[in-house]
């Protein structure tokens, strides 16, 4: 299942620059970043619960925001990318 996972995450102090890493070294761990905030996420819905619940426990409700949105898994045919950065298939192959 592909999910699309923002975040907002105040900097203002030190404990909001602690919680921007957490938040994007768990978004790292299972998906692929696509914009400075912004990760593509294609896990199982039982791995993604993980995941959310992870992420809503990293933020500050009041300071910061997350947002996720869920593409499906036909998910193919809800992206369209314009531009500079080349896109990347997460179900293709992976060399390490």
Known sequence: ?????????????????????????????????????????????GTFLKVKDKLLKLIDPEQDSLRIYYLGNNWHSRIEHFGTKSTYDPEGVLIV
């Open 1 to 45: 299942m592909m999910t699309l996972v923002s975040y907002d995450v105040s900097t203002m102090d030190k404990r909001g620059r602690t919680r921007l890493r957490k938040v994007a070294k768990e978004c790292q761990n299972y998906g692929q970043r696509v914009q400075n905030s912004v990760f593509e996420i294609d896990v199982d819905y």
